[in-house]
């Protein structure tokens, strides 16, 4: 059964701190996997990570694809209390038209 | 642009009563999507679409419907609510399907007493 898997589930620092956020999945013949950051509504989009793009920055998030490992880790350097967000991670597999979601991971920056 | 719109963005319902759900995209995308979102269970698809007038399921389709008549709009319905589905519902749409940007709504919070 394919399956995303994101940790930790909730996280807790303090502005200016660095944190890595992670997404393992499992799927039949992978083809991308997504980050978005969802605040009050709805999910808006921050990287796409594919096998010809293993590694995606933008200002003081980045994130990385490791397809030996099966995962993939989003970085926030210098995290602001704007930061403060649900981080999820969707993969998609090749030969459907289908995002698999992972759970999320709550992140909560403190002034 | 307007992007994705929904409507309602808020809903009481009983038990056995029905409602449908508007999606909207004024981004000429071929592809629209209709999420549920639960606590600690993430984002589930509901059903999906291709194309006008093209539908399929998702991965938590019982209990609903969706139509897709014109390109630009894609409606979900619930034809019997159950306390089950209070949720909060998600539509997204993209251009095309995998490895592409889903854009997302605002969404609706369904409440099902």
């Known amino acids: 059964e394919d399956k995303v898997v994101q940790s930790p589930l909730s996280l807790v620092v303090h502005e200016g701190d660095t944190v890595t956020l992670n997404c393992s999945y499992e799927?039949?013949?992978?083809?991308?996997l997504l980050w978005y950051k969802q605040e009050k509504k709805a999910p808006t989009f921050l990287f796409m990570l594919t096998s010809s793009g293993i590694e995606k920055k933008s200002g003081r998030l980045s994130s990385i694809l490791d397809k030996k490992e099966l995962s993939s880790i989003l970085n926030i350097t210098a995290t602001q209390t704007g930061d403060s967000a649900i981080y999820l991670c969707a993969v998609d597999h090749s030969g459907t038209y289908k995002y698999i979601f992972g759970t999320g991971t709550r992140l909560k920056v403190l002034a | 642009n307007a992007g994705v719109t929904q409507t309602p963005k808020f809903r009481v319902l009983k038990t056995g009563q029905s409602m449908t759900l508007l999606c909207a995209q004024d981004m000429n995308h071929e592809y629209m999507y209709w999420y549920r979102q639960d606590p600690g269970m993430g984002l589930r698809l509901i059903h999906y679409?291709?194309?006008?007038?093209?539908?399929a399921k998702g991965e938590v389709p019982d209990g609903y419907n969706v139509s897709r008549l014109k390109k630009q709009n894609f409606l979900l319905g619930l034809e019997s609510a159950a306390p089950s589905q209070t949720s909060v519902y998600f539509c997204?749409?993209?251009?095309?399907?995998?490895?592409?940007?889903?854009?997302f709504g605002p969404g609706t919070r369904l409440t099902v007493l």
């Open positions: 997204a749409s993209s251009y095309t399907g995998g490895s592409d940007t889903q854009y």
């Open positions: 799927v039949t013949n992978f083809r991308s």
């Open positions: 679409s291709v194309g006008e007038g093209t539908t």
